[in-house]
Protein backbone atom coordinates (compact mmCIF):
# COMPACT_ATOMS: atom_id res chain seq x y z
CA UNK A 1 0.00 0.00 0.00
CA UNK A 2 1.53 3.76 -0.59
CA UNK A 3 -0.29 6.62 0.81
CA UNK A 4 0.17 9.85 -1.17
CA UNK A 5 -0.73 13.14 0.81
CA UNK A 6 -2.53 16.45 -1.13
CA UNK A 7 -3.72 19.62 -0.19
CA UNK A 8 -1.21 21.29 2.17
CA UNK A 9 -0.42 25.11 1.50
CA UNK A 10 -0.80 28.40 3.34
CA UNK A 11 -3.42 30.01 5.07
CA UNK A 12 -4.20 32.40 7.59
CA UNK A 13 -5.26 32.20 10.79
CA UNK A 14 -8.53 30.97 11.28
CA UNK A 15 -8.78 29.59 8.28
CA UNK A 16 -9.73 26.05 6.71
CA UNK A 17 -7.64 23.04 4.49
CA UNK A 18 -8.70 19.70 3.57
CA UNK A 19 -6.08 17.36 2.99
CA UNK A 20 -5.92 14.02 1.78
CA UNK A 21 -4.11 10.90 1.16
CA UNK A 22 -4.98 8.70 -0.85
CA UNK A 23 -4.21 4.74 -1.09
CA UNK A 24 -3.07 2.77 -3.89
CA UNK A 25 -2.95 -1.12 -3.56
CA UNK A 26 -4.86 -3.21 -1.08
CA UNK A 27 -6.82 -0.03 1.02
CA UNK A 28 -9.11 -3.15 2.32
CA UNK A 29 -6.48 -4.31 4.32
CA UNK A 30 -5.77 -1.32 6.18
CA UNK A 31 -7.89 -1.16 9.68
CA UNK A 32 -6.86 1.88 11.22
CA UNK A 33 -5.81 5.04 9.37
CA UNK A 34 -4.69 7.81 10.97
CA UNK A 35 -3.10 12.01 10.62
CA UNK A 36 0.23 13.12 12.32
CA UNK A 37 2.27 16.13 12.24
CA UNK A 38 5.58 17.07 13.12
CA UNK A 39 6.75 20.85 13.22
CA UNK A 40 10.27 21.81 13.33
CA UNK A 41 12.05 21.14 16.79
CA UNK A 42 8.97 18.88 17.62
CA UNK A 43 8.33 15.14 18.31
CA UNK A 44 5.81 14.01 15.84
CA UNK A 45 2.20 14.36 17.61
CA UNK A 46 -0.75 12.09 16.49
CA UNK A 47 -3.69 14.30 15.74
CA UNK A 48 -6.49 11.60 14.61
CA UNK A 49 -7.18 8.42 14.07
CA UNK A 50 -10.18 6.97 12.16
CA UNK A 51 -10.87 3.22 12.46
CA UNK A 52 -12.90 0.79 9.74
CA UNK A 53 -15.94 0.99 11.72
CA UNK A 54 -15.83 4.61 11.47
CA UNK A 55 -15.00 5.18 15.84
CA UNK A 56 -12.48 8.37 15.57
CA UNK A 57 -9.90 9.96 18.20
CA UNK A 58 -8.79 13.26 17.69
CA UNK A 59 -5.90 14.81 20.04
CA UNK A 60 -7.23 17.43 22.44
CA UNK A 61 -5.53 20.73 20.71
CA UNK A 62 -7.65 19.86 17.05
CA UNK A 63 -10.89 18.23 18.87
CA UNK A 64 -13.86 20.35 17.74
CA UNK A 65 -11.85 21.75 14.78
CA UNK A 66 -10.62 19.11 12.75
CA UNK A 67 -12.88 16.24 11.30
CA UNK A 68 -11.15 13.13 10.23
CA UNK A 69 -13.02 11.00 7.48
CA UNK A 70 -12.13 8.00 5.07
CA UNK A 71 -14.05 6.94 1.50
CA UNK A 72 -13.14 3.47 0.97
CA UNK A 73 -14.89 3.78 -1.90
CA UNK A 74 -12.50 5.93 -3.29
CA UNK A 75 -9.57 4.74 -1.15
CA UNK A 76 -8.87 8.63 0.39
CA UNK A 77 -8.42 9.47 4.00
CA UNK A 78 -9.36 13.12 4.82
CA UNK A 79 -8.51 15.59 7.39
CA UNK A 80 -10.90 18.54 7.71
CA UNK A 81 -9.43 21.83 8.98
CA UNK A 82 -11.63 24.72 10.24
CA UNK A 83 -10.13 27.35 12.64
CA UNK A 84 -6.72 26.98 12.17
CA UNK A 85 -4.00 28.45 14.29
CA UNK A 86 -0.46 29.30 13.93
CA UNK A 87 0.19 26.39 16.02
CA UNK A 88 -1.35 23.81 13.64
CA UNK A 89 1.37 24.69 11.20
CA UNK A 90 3.93 21.35 10.50
CA UNK A 91 4.02 18.99 8.45
CA UNK A 92 1.05 16.70 8.41
CA UNK A 93 1.15 13.22 7.46
CA UNK A 94 -1.35 10.06 6.86
CA UNK A 95 -0.59 6.39 8.17
CA UNK A 96 -2.34 3.14 7.95
CA UNK A 97 -2.04 0.23 9.96
CA UNK A 98 -3.07 -3.25 8.63
CA UNK A 99 -4.95 -6.34 10.33
CA UNK A 100 -2.62 -7.51 12.79
CA UNK A 101 -0.37 -5.01 12.64
CA UNK A 102 0.61 -3.32 16.33
CA UNK A 103 2.47 -0.27 14.69
CA UNK A 104 1.29 1.85 11.87
CA UNK A 105 3.46 0.03 8.54
CA UNK A 106 2.32 2.34 5.94
CA UNK A 107 3.35 6.17 5.51
CA UNK A 108 2.78 9.24 2.82
CA UNK A 109 5.21 12.10 2.57
CA UNK A 110 3.70 14.36 3.87
CA UNK A 111 2.32 17.65 2.83
CA UNK A 112 3.11 20.96 4.54
CA UNK A 113 0.00 22.86 6.52
CA UNK A 114 1.47 27.12 7.45
CA UNK A 115 -1.19 28.87 9.19
CA UNK A 116 0.18 32.59 9.31
CA UNK A 117 -1.05 34.80 11.97
Known amino acids: VQLVESGGGLVQAGGSLRLSCAASGSFFSINTMAWYRQAPGKERELVAV???????YYADSVKGRFTISRDNAKNTLYLQMNSLKPEDTAMYYC????????????WGQGTQVTVSS
Open 50 to 56: IRVVGVT
Open 95 to 106: AGKSYGSIEYNY
